[in-house]
């Protein structure tokens, strides 16, 4: 085992004499230090086996205690063990070069090596049901911090209510969505592969990780029974004339589910569902540049947060909350619903 502190704790001077290892809410300050010990530091940021620990350290005349007290401090700080085991994939050098913010926020948040993290993701499977510009953004994001392949069953074509700056470019009007993707990511560093969800045969359709639903106002409960009915967890987003909401991340037989949501609604207001049908009929489109680039940045964290942990590297909080930006006042809210009683998703927990 090699003890490393993360090379992404920044080490800065607070002044002369003290120094301090990372930055946000849990820096390690460090008082008076002795010479051997700033050396001592400074091998750590290297990496030293843990076998040659008490040669190096006697080398800098570093007496036990002085050791154990460095240690200490920087526990919080070093590399841990990777679950990664040796994968065949490698990632390409100019994609690397472009990742590089993703590989360093992968890693302060697993305490691990941040292109192993991002390894463990290329061979996830993310579905997105809509590529208009919510899902073009989500999509886009995914393929940003490593995820191997994305699937769609959207159908349509580019037309020009999805051109734009945070949409398609107008070159590619009248293509289809899926292949339109398809080329705007071949014109960057990354490797992701992006597939038309009908192709693809069943045995790939059930190794999907994770399903991104999008819809205006309200979502047909026909498009979240799909996977609720594949155990396959899901995330949906909806854009509605006063906020958008992003929901938890749904592990069917573990949380509440969309279902549980909906029975609550209606035990709220007995007219929902004749509200809810209606809604789902408007063509109105409420995805402002915004709230479909809020939902996207929330979509994204969350299903790294899923896929991150399905790979082994566990994180502090489940993300099992999710949020909605109300766009008049600015608040960003957190949701959650309990399991409803009524709701048949008891069942398969
Ligand atoms: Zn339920």
């Known amino acids: 085992m090699v003890l490393r502190i993360n090379p992404n704790h920044q080490a800065l001077w607070r002044n002369p004499f003290e120094m301090q290892l990372g930055t946000g809410t849990n820096p390690v300050r460090l008082g008076k230090l002795s010479n051997a010990q700033e050396r001592f530091i400074a091998a750590l940021y290297k990496g030293i086996a843990d076998q040659q620990l008490p040669l190096i350290t006697a080398q800098l005349g570093l007496s036990s205690k002085e050791t154990s007290q460095v240690l200490k401090a920087v526990d919080g700080l070093l590399l841990e063990d990777q679950p990664v085991k040796n994968s065949k994939i490698k990632l390409d050098e100019d994609f690397v070069v472009g990742a590089f913010a993703e590989i360093i926020r992968a890693s302060l948040l697993h305490s691990a090596d941040g292109e192993k993290v991002l390894i463990g993701r290329a061979s996830r499977s993310i579905h997105i049901s809509d590529l208009d510009r919510a899902g073009l953004s989500v999509a886009l994001g995914l393929a940003a911090v490593g995820v191997g392949h994305l699937i769609s069953h959207d159908e349509l074509k580019v037309d020009k209510a999805n051109l734009g700056p945070t949409g398609y470019p107008t070159q590619l009007l009248g293509q289809p ?3 339109a993707l398809r080329t705007l990511l071949a014109a960057s560093p990354n490797k992701t592969m992006v597939s038309t969800g009908k192709k693809l045969i069943e045995n790939k359709r059930q190794k999907i990780d994770c399903a991104v639903l999008i819809s205006q106002q309200v979502i047909e409960p026909s498009r979240y029974a799909t996977w609720m009915n ?102 960003v809210i957190e949701h959650t619903w309990p399991r409803h009683e009524a709701c048949a998703c008891q069942l398969i927990s």
């Open 177 to 179: 969505r899926v292949d």
């Open 230 to 331: 594949r155990d396959i967890p899901h995330i949906a987003v909806t854009f509605d004339s006063e906020r958008v909401w992003v929901s938890p991340m749904i592990i069917p037989g573990q949380s509440a589910c969309l279902f549980c949501l909906e029975k609550m609604r209606t035990q709220q207001d007995e007219n929902w569902p004749v509200l809810a049908t209606q809604l789902l009929a408007s063509n109105k489109r409420f995805d402002d540049a915004a709230s479909q680039l809020f939902a996207a940045g929330i979509v994204i964290q969350k299903i790294l947060a899923r896929m991150d942990k399905i790979a082994g590297f566990e994180l502090a909080q489940e993300n099992l909350i999710g949020f909605s930006l109300e766009l008049k006042t600015g608040l």
